[in-house]
Structure formats: structure tokens, C-alpha cells
């Protein structure tokens, strides 16, 4: 939904890589997954300052996948946040396991921006996809998600927790929602005990401070691990699920954003 770029803008991936390569985990990674198919899935890759999170990646308009960093990554968090990207878009162009939101209800323009809705859309597909990709850089290539989860995620969100209230926009309490059970997901995989005592006290905070948001996520949570996520026939079993069950601006979430 962001404009579309000239090619000055973009940075050969070898002027990221190079940077990262260093951390044992992401060569094996990157010598296995990314190189044998560099020619056949290219990627465009862009600093961008402005970046919403250190890294996000997207199907461009010429269907060629971008994925943008905040800066050159430099920490093995930096180097595992880019395996990440590039293994959303292993998912999407190799293995074809991707949900694709293709088309918004006209209706909810009324309210909320064509921007708000692909943010929203991604979020939904984070939400499902997150907790298996990191799942998996963690299983195959040793990463350890969870040293970002609470040095990043926990001590971010802990500075919005300041505002000790739910949000009374709709729209915002739903990706909060869905937040925590990405969230709530991904930490389901993490063993080590000294973690996940900083995962539980996490949750009760965020209990009192968001209660709804809680409540609808451990709702979605719940959805998830009932339905199951792992395979794209299972993503849109559980999106019509979830989008059946909820609405926006009493809108079905099924009849706001459509599915391929
Ligand atoms: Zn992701």
C-alpha cells in the first residue's frame, strides 16, 4: 500500500547479507535456504528509516517480493529478524503456503483507511504465519526467538502498556488482539523456564492493563490451536472462523477482507 519505489532506492542483498553472514546461524541458514534459489525468487531489498518494524516484507506491484529494513542489520536479532522476511517469502513464492487477502469491503472505507486495512490484512497474516516461521528458524538453525520476544517485543510493549486502558477504537483493540495471540503462539514454542517467567508475568500485566484485547486474544489463541495453522488450507479454515465470529463497524471481519 506504500508507493512504488524507483529502482535507486533498493540495496543489493549481498551489501546486507555481508554484514550478517558472520553470525554462524544465519550463514547455515542462508547457505541452505536462500542461495539455491537467489536467481529464481528475487528479492528487492530497501532501507527505509521509516520502516514500522525493523524489517517487513511484501509481494510488490510487479509480483517481485521487497523486503525493507530500518537500517543494515548488525546484531544476531538483526540477522534473525532478515531470516525471517526471507523465509515469509520462501513461504509465499516456493512453497505457496500463503494467505492472500486480495480485496476490501468498499463499506469500511467509510471509516478506516485502504492503509489501515493492509495493515490489518498483514496482520492477520503474521498472526498465523509468525509463530511457524520462527517455529522453524528455531527447530532447523538453532535462532533463539526468544531472547527478541523480551528484549524487544515485551520491554515495546510494556511502553505502550503506559496507556492503561483497552483502545475504544474497534480496529485498533482487534490488532491488539491478534497481537497477543500471535504473541501467545509464537512463546508456545519456547522451553527455556527463565523465558517463560518472563512470558507469564508479561501476560498478567497485559491482562490489566488491555482486558479485552486479552480476552478476544486468548479467544483467537484458542481458535488457532483448536484449528490448527500449519498449511494454507488450514489458514483459511480459521480465517473464515475468526472472521465469521468477530466484526468491525458491525461488519463481519469475513465480508471486510476477502481471501484468494
Ligand atoms: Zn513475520
Known sequence: MTGENTDNDYVDEDVIIEKIIKFDKFENFYCAERE??????????????????????RSGADGISVIELRHLPET????????????????????????????????????????????????????????????????KYGFDPAHRYINVVIKETDKNLKTPRDATDELQRFNQAMFYAQYALQWDSIKDPEALRKWHAFKRRYERKRPMAKKIGSELYLMAKENGYDSQEKQKVLFNKIGDKYTICGIKIKDILYIE
Open 36 to 57: 539455491p534459489i537467489k536467481t529464481i525468487v528475487p528479492i528487492k531489498w530497501k532501507i527505509n528509516p521509516s520502516c514500522k518494524g525493523f524489517a517487513v516484507q
Open 76 to 139: 544476531s536479532d538483526d540477522a534473525f529478524l532478515v531470516a525471517h522476511e526471507i523465509v515469509h517469502v520462501i513461504r509465499r513464492e516456493v512453497d505457496k503456503q500463503y494467505l492472500n487477502i486480495t480485496k476490501v469491503n468498499d463499506s469500511i472505507l467509510k471509516k478506516y483507511t485502504v492503509d489501515d486495512m493492509g495493515d490489518f490484512a498483514s496482520r492477520i497474516g503474521s498472526m498465523f504465519d509468525d509463530p511457524i516461521v520462527d517455529l522453524f528458524l528455531m527447530d
